[in-house]
């Protein structure tokens, strides 16, 4: 079942990421001269201006370092509320603001480790796929 | 211009410390309005920014005892729209030398910029404006309409539903939760500190005392945070004279000097440095930048006023500059240190919380009535340094106060 959801925001770098999430990578930039890893997408590396950032395939895996659910319906309707939203460090280092996918608030725990999956949804572009994550399998 | 410019912002200088004071202030009847706005009786008409703007302005002007030919620069901050400086002055008759569009809608650039004008000689003295129509005009915060010059924070996780200020709040307070193992009523205290505060201001919004059983029973917006964890809307304007050192003297009030100012930024990481920080890094560079342009230690600091988005910004605050440690601000509450009479009262008037969302104009305002020794009922007794933090989710503007000679 196709999902509809907000808007993305797309444009260049944008797009880049969104087609790496359609055929099932997470793609993030990395900057080529210090390696720091950046997520949302940049201009330039904000560890040290460079602007040589190219994406890279990341792991996918991290733990929730919080979250927080949603009850006031901010987007009319578009999400059903209530809904959850978890904040992910990943192993490459950037914070990942998403969704559990097939866990919801009271499994969610401190630390726990997650692992990223991709869900079928749709915005006023189009369809696409969202990455979420998951409990990480032991 | 929702978001405020650092640019025009002269950078932190002891030479600067003390050049201009608050001579005058004016406010908007913030309680009646709001009645008003809600009851909306039959005749009642809506008001407009720049009407809100020219009462202000006419109300400080009365309170700094000066003469409109006396006016020499305006700045104006519409947060959400007004006519522009030139235009104001016109309307409101006066023949300025320097006006300032640029200097940032909320309360922390427009300041030191004006203290800048005023040393360089461009003016002596300048009303500074600030008005917004905010709950008339319908402003809706989060969702998908949100502002495009906002932080990238704010719209670019709405794929995932995650959007408005709330949210950045609620991710922060959860985190704070599991790290140092606070409760929902222990940040209940806040709101019920603060909404205590705001009861002894005749003209803060809300009057109604507030218990940790009304916090508890609220709804959640975005769990953890309760409806009281975030701060009012509502419509007003503040308008403050600020006027050359040497001339604030002999005027019917205490003039209010202004010391010291910082500013820090978010450069990089924004969430991480939000939330599992909480910007520490940043109210410790601005905050010492300040206090070592006012010459004073942050032990001097006898009442602090802090932009209170939500009850865990304003805990934030209070640890980020290290008035107590990190995860000691919520029993330092609890503990009646943020009082009138404690250690370190903090928004005496209520601030944006329960008192009025004049997007930390309004706590300036309230060091004015402090430190003229002016608060009545909620005065901090003899108070005489006074420190503001505005703070947005990616930048840090403290200044500092000291009650002047006259």
């Given amino acids: ?138 | 211009m929702s978001y405020m410019s650092l640019f025009d912002v002269p950078t932190p200088a002891r030479e600067l410390a003390g050049k201009a004071a608050i001579v005058g202030l004016g406010e908007t009847d913030f309680h009646r309005d709001y009645q008003a706005a809600r009851a909306k009786t039959e005749g009642y008409e809506p008001p407009t920014a720049e009407g809100l703007a020219a009462t202000a302005f006419e109300r400080a002007l009365a309170d700094s005892g000066l003469e409109k030919s006396d006016i020499d620069g305006i700045s104006v901050s519409f947060l959400y729209g007004g006519p522009d400086a030139a235009s104001m002055a016109a309307s409101l008759g006066l023949t300025p030398r320097y006006l300032n569009d640029r200097g940032g809608g909320i309360c922390a650039g427009p300041i030191p910029v004006a203290c800048g004008a005023i040393a360089e000689g461009k003016c002596d003295t300048v009303a500074l404006i600030f008005s917004v129509a905010t709950r008339s005009i319908g402003r809706k915060f989060g969702g998908q309409k949100f502002d495009s010059d906002a932080p990238s924070s704010y719209y670019y996780h709405h794929p995932w539903g995650w959007s408005s200020q709330a949210a950045h709040w609620a991710m922060i307070w959860q985190h704070y939760q599991q790290v140092y193992g606070a409760s929902e009523a222990d940040l209940g205290s806040v709101a019920v500190q603060i909404r205590h505060n705001a009861t002894l201001n005749p003209n803060a919004v809300m009057q109604k005392p507030l218990t940790i059983e009304d916090y508890l029973a609220s709804r959640y917006v975005v769990k953890p945070l309760h409806l009281f964890d975030l701060c009012l809307v509502n419509d007003g304007a503040v308008c403050l004279i600020v006027r050359r050192a040497d001339l604030a003297r002999d005027l019917p009030h205490t003039p209010v000097s202004v010391e010291g100012w910082g500013r820090a930024s978010v450069t990089r990481d924004k969430m991480r440095t939000l939330v599992v920080d909480r910007m520490r890094p940043q109210y410790q560079e601005a905050g010492r930048q300040a206090l070592d342009m006012a010459g004073v230690a942050l032990a001097d600091v006898r009442h602090f006023e802090g932009y209170d988005a939500s009850t865990i910004h304003l805990i934030d605050h209070v640890e980020g500059h290290g008035f107590v440690d990190p995860g000691a601000g919520l029993e330092f509450c609890k503990g009646g240190g943020m009082a009138i009479d404690g250690a370190l009262p903090v928004n005496t008037g209520g601030g944006i919380l329960s008192g009025t969302y004049m997007h930390g104009w309004n706590h300036v305002a309230e060091i004015v009535r402090q430190l003229r020794h002016e608060a009545g009922a909620r005065q901090v007794d003899g108070v005489d340094v006074s420190m503001f933090s505005l703070a947005q989710t990616d930048q840090v503007h403290p200044i500092i106060f000291r009650r002047g000679e006259r």
Avoid at chain 1, 92 to 116: D, R
């Fill in chain 1, 1 to 138: 079942m196709v999902q509809k959801r907000p808007d993305r925001t797309l444009g260049p770098g944008h797009d880049t990421f969104w087609n790496g999430c359609d055929r099932g990578e997470l793609r993030l930039q990395r900057c080529t001269g210090c390696g720091t890893y950046a997520w949302p997408v940049v201009q330039k590396c904000e560890q040290c201006a460079a602007d040589d950032l190219e994406f890279q395939t990341v792991s996918g895996r991290g733990k929730v370092v919080s979250w927080c659910s949603f009850v006031q319906d901010y987007y009319r309707g578009i999400l059903p509320v209530p809904y959850d939203t978890i904040m992910v460090e990943l192993e490459e280092g950037p914070m990942f603001l998403s969704n559990p996918h097939e866990f919801g608030e009271n499994e969610i725990a401190f630390g726990m480790p997650v692992e990223v999956a991709f869900i079928a949804c749709e915005d006023s572009a189009g369809r696409f796929q969202l990455p979420v994550f998951r409990k990480a399998k032991v």
